[in-house]
């Protein structure tokens, strides 16, 4: 990609994560951590990767993106309202009782998703079936779905994974999001994934790792993943959980914790600083 269209994407990712700061303090509840280390992947996907339109929303052809790790809808949410599919002035309403904008994406009252998720483990075996559907239509679509690395300790993800690779699923790319931390603490000491790469090569995978805040190397995965043929991709990202917040960075607490007015002006302060650079004021 060309110097612009990476600062393009920087501008992009540095409001995704404002959003996510701005829905996040307005519910008093959610997800920041994990939404702020795949930041950049949302972006690229919803910017750049996918075929989708938000003025047609349920298009058959569009690509598929299923967040499997449903918790860190404030990130989607962020990512498809700047995208246009609905007004970024909505994302404070967060969790709210009569907002459309619940902790878990609901593919029913949010234009642009298509599953609803939030049970961990669950949203790659329907982003599996999406896959194996279009290949028994004929269609040419893609599949994109994304995990965190606390999600694939579930059993059932392993499950799809084989079913993944049985199917020759060449239009699916499973993306692990392995900033290292889940709600308990390090996942090594709650129970290890790892190797993560080498266990999605064991289980048929083409497997690519990359730096998750890197949008060159994120295009140049996605590139790889369109080229392969006859079996499916995965991507681990190695990312930074809390990233471009200084305090939330690498800390597990803030999983599943929402910023006070104190920390929310921090976290803006910072935020727009970045924004700020970037575009040169």
């Given at each position: ?54 003025k047609n929303p349920k298009n058959p052809d569009r690509d598929r993106f299923v967040l499997s790790k449903g918790h860190t809808a404030p990130g989607l949410y ?204």
């Amino acid at each position: 990609m060309t110097a612009s269209e990476k600062k393009q994407l920087q501008i992009l990712a540095a409001k995704v994560r404002m959003g996510i700061i701005e829905s996040t303090h307005g519910a008093k509840a959610g997800h920041p951590g994990g939404s702020l280390s795949a930041t950049e992947m949302f972006t690229y996907l919803y910017f750049k990767e996918l075929n989708i339109d938000p003025k047609n929303p349920k298009n058959p052809d569009r690509d598929r993106f299923v967040l499997s790790k449903g918790h860190t809808a404030p990130g989607l949410y962020a990512a498809l309202a700047h995208r246009g599919f609905f007004p970024v002035e909505d994302l404070p309403t967060l969790r709210h009782i009569d907002s459309y904008l619940q902790g878990h994406p609901n593919m029913n009252t949010v234009p642009g998703v298509d599953m609803s998720t939030g049970s961990l483990g669950q949203g790659i075996s329907v982003a599996v079936g999406m896959a194996l559907g279009a290949k028994k239509q004929n269609k040419d679509f893609r599949v994109y779905t994304l995990l965190g690395d606390g999600e694939i300790q579930e059993g059932q993800v392993w499950e799809a994974c084989m079913a993944a690779a049985h199917y020759k699923l060449d239009n699916l790319v499973v993306i692990v999001d392995n900033n290292g931390l889940q709600i308990d603490g390090n996942i090594a000491d709650v129970m290890s994934p790892y190797p993560i790469f080498d266990k999605l090569v064991a289980f048929g995978f083409h497997t690519i790792a990359i730096d998750g805040h890197d949008f060159d190397a994120i295009e140049k995965a996605l590139a790889q993943a369109k080229k392969t043929k006859g079996q499916p991709t995965a991507i681990v990202m190695q990312t930074v959980k809390g990233k471009d917040v200084s305090y939330m960075e690498n800390d597990a607490g803030w999983h599943g914790k929402a910023p006070n007015d104190a920390e929310y002006e921090v976290a803006m302060t910072e935020l727009k600083a970045i924004l700020s650079e970037l575009e040169g004021n």
